[in-house]
């Protein structure tokens, strides 16, 4: 955050942490049988939350009064529902919807503009989707293990999977990508090894990252500029 702080989810619910003393200095908690995959810091110092379980989408303040709210449909159990959820900068929202392997864009009423759909893989599915500067959308695909990147009309127009890779990197899950504003993309990769790298446009690695005394790493994220 800007106050250099860091806002993350875990399971049930979302805390903001000061990293200098490792004290939580906000905390939304979800109620039972509901689990939390994701939150974003939005504009009027709100956070955007992503429920499976309750199926449902909101920003709420930092009074913990909800400023805004939709329900999600998904029939899948609760653990499978929704991964990460994104707002863009037009307003809209980036759902990723979990084990359907899908993305969805929502407006603000819940209808959707866009859907991007990846290649059918086995175990596939979607953990999260960024909208790109150029329009374009970046989706990973959790255990499916690739990234695809979609144009505006909704088409492959990028892929990143275990064969465009080093042979000994294995590939789990891919969480978060990220793209840089040299072009290049980073990727975390769950309970594989390197837990986080990068690769340039034509899809050389240029850094890696693993460090077994952190434990898995489901998100990852470069804080450019600093």
């Given at each position: 955050l800007a106050n250099g702080r860091v806002l993350g989810s875990y399971s049930g619910g979302v805390r903001e942490i000061d990293p200098a003393t490792g004290k939580v200095t906000w905390e939304y908690k979800a109620g039972p049988g509901v689990e939390v995959h994701s939150c974003q810091p939005v504009e009027e110092d709100r956070v955007l939350i992503c429920e499976?379980?309750?199926k449902r989408?909101?920003?709420?303040?930092?009074?913990?009064s909800v400023a805004w709210e939709i329900k999600l449909e998904s029939t899948q159990p609760a653990h499978k529902q929704f991964r990460l959820a994104r707002k863009t900068d037009a307003g809209t929202y980036l759902v990723a919807y979990g084990s359907d392997g899908v993305v969805r864009e929502l407006d603000k009423e819940g209808k959707v503009l866009k859907t991007f759909t990846p290649p059918p893989r086995p175990n596939g599915g979607v953990n999260g989707a960024w909208r790109l500067a150029d329009g374009h959308t970046l989706v990973t695909g959790?255990?499916?293990?690739?990234?695809y990147e979609f144009d505006g009309a909704g088409k492959i127009v990028w892929t990143l999977g275990k064969a465009d890779l080093p042979k000994d990197y294995v590939l789990h899950y891919l969480g978060t990508a990220q793209r840089l504003a040299n072009g290049d993309t980073v990727l975390s990769n769950f309970q594989?090894?390197?837990?986080?790298f990068e690769v340039d446009k034509e899809k050389r690695v240029v850094w890696q990252y693993q460090n077994g005394k952190i434990g898995p790493v489901s998100a990852a994220r470069v804080?450019?500029?600093?």
């Amino acid at each position: 955050l800007a106050n250099g702080r860091v806002l993350g989810s875990y399971s049930g619910g979302v805390r903001e942490i000061d990293p200098a003393t490792g004290k939580v200095t906000w905390e939304y908690k979800a109620g039972p049988g509901v689990e939390v995959h994701s939150c974003q810091p939005v504009e009027e110092d709100r956070v955007l939350i992503c429920e499976c379980g309750s199926k449902r989408l909101f920003e709420i303040n930092r009074d913990l009064s909800v400023a805004w709210e939709i329900k999600l449909e998904s029939t899948q159990p609760a653990h499978k529902q929704f991964r990460l959820a994104r707002k863009t900068d037009a307003g809209t929202y980036l759902v990723a919807y979990g084990s359907d392997g899908v993305v969805r864009e929502l407006d603000k009423e819940g209808k959707v503009l866009k859907t991007f759909t990846p290649p059918p893989r086995p175990n596939g599915g979607v953990n999260g989707a960024w909208r790109l500067a150029d329009g374009h959308t970046l989706v990973t695909g959790g255990y499916g293990a690739e990234a695809y990147e979609f144009d505006g009309a909704g088409k492959i127009v990028w892929t990143l999977g275990k064969a465009d890779l080093p042979k000994d990197y294995v590939l789990h899950y891919l969480g978060t990508a990220q793209r840089l504003a040299n072009g290049d993309t980073v990727l975390s990769n769950f309970q594989g090894e390197p837990a986080v790298f990068e690769v340039d446009k034509e899809k050389r690695v240029v850094w890696q990252y693993q460090n077994g005394k952190i434990g898995p790493v489901s998100a990852a994220r470069v804080v450019e500029g600093k």
